[in-house]
């Protein structure tokens, strides 16, 4: 009986063995096909923008499965059910669909918050927030706060400017910038982008590529993902939901997954 259990434990670290030398041999790949520096290692912070999508459950399931923390940056009309409901109320049926799946995407919302990801505001619409008047300017961001507040676990809260604009160009338009500090946010960049928003990089492993080029080029921080599809209030990135789990594991090989506050020092737990 003791030899059994002998063999069956030397077998077990065999496999462990066997693994881990096929896993340092495909890193050390990965690391000549990308020029990564040698022994180096990288903070990684993943974020998605444009959600929540029919497809943000599946990538909770990836985040949770490989416990790596996340921030999602959420559209607020996304999520702001009521006006459905005031439809579907006055006899709308395709308002009352839009109603049944609002509030699953509030399940959803609700569901990023328990599993411990932080939540940001992508503003209440997608807009080019420069081109706004004052007025308008000051009002779609309230309104996103508004419907988010609840969902928020940080002082300031985040925010996420739709195309950046009012971030990157914010020495000429300095007015969206001080908006989003008089509401309480503080904007959240992304030093590496995956550029999965762009059909022609949704195939093969372009995304990974983008993504593993930039960090081996010398860049450690947040890299922006898409989990909506600003367009459509229902749709969801499906190729970047599916192919996550397989761009995780060559990620880690120069990359250690972080919380957004080991990044943003700013950022206080409520």
């Known amino acids: 009986m003791n030899f059994i ?44 923008d444009d959600g929540v999508g029919s497809v943000t459950p599946q990538v909770l399931d990836t985040l949770k499965r490989e416990r790596i923390p996340a921030t999602f940056f959420v559209l607020g009309n996304k999520v702001d059910c009521q006006p459905y409901r005031n439809r579907c109320k006055a006899g709308d049926k ?21 599993e411990g990801h932080l939540i940001g505001s992508h503003s209440y ?71 999965d928003w762009n059909k022609k990089n949704q195939h093969g492993t372009k995304i990974l590529d983008n993504i593993m080029t930039q960090m081996c080029s010398g860049r450690n921080g947040t890299v922006l993902l898409h989990d909506g599809v600003f367009e459509n209030e229902h749709e969801g990135r499906i190729f970047t939901a599916k192919h996550l789990k397989e761009w995780i594991p060559v990620l880690r090989c120069v990359a250690d997954f972080v919380p957004l506050s080991d990044l943003n020092k700013k950022l206080k737990p409520l």
């Open 94 to 114: 395709k308002s009352c669909q839009s109603l049944q799946l609002c509030q699953q995407r509030r399940q959803t919302l609700k569901r990023i918050k328990k």
């Open 125 to 195: 619409e997608h807009y080019h927030h420069s081109k706004l008047s004052p007025a308008e300017l000051q009002s779609t961001i309230k309104r996103s706060k508004q419907i988010l507040q609840p969902f928020f676990t940080t002082k300031p809260a985040p925010f996420r400017l739709p195309y950046g604009d009012g971030w990157f160009n914010q020495k000429d338009q300095p007015q969206v910038m001080k908006a989003l500090k008089q509401n309480g946010f503080t904007h959240i960049g992304w030093e590496m982008s995956g550029f």
């Open 5 to 48: 259990i002998k063999l069956l434990i030397s077998s077990v670290l065999l496999s462990v063995f066997l693994l881990s030398s096929a896993t340092a041999q495909d890193c050390n790949y990965y690391r000549a096909k990308y020029h990564c520096p040698v022994e180096k290692r990288f903070k990684l912070h993943l974020s998605f």
